[in-house]
């Protein structure tokens, strides 16, 4: 599947609605592979998780980039 390329540059703070448009038909495909495999309407909301935690793993990330940012950390010898 095909996602269209942005539309704003990055400072645009509508932006998040071009992504939205642009995954939206692989959102959608993936909520119907998901019923067609068994899988109710309410089970598959369990994409909003996904979204949710890989939020979460992007903040923490740059959180951690943020903090150790200052730090040098020294290699030991190898002989």
Known sequence: MKIARPKRPTTD???HLDCEEAIEAA???VAAAA????WTRHETAALIS???NHSLAIEANDQLVEFGAGVFLKA????
Do not use: I, M, V
């Not at 019923?35 to 068994?38: D, M, N």
């Not at 030991?76 to 002989?79: A, E, T």
């Open 13 to 15: 703070p509508d932006r």
């Open 76 to 79: 030991p010898k190898l002989h």
């Open 27 to 29: 959102f959608q495909a």
């Open 50 to 52: 996904l979204a949710e």
């Open 35 to 38: 019923e067609a495999a068994g």
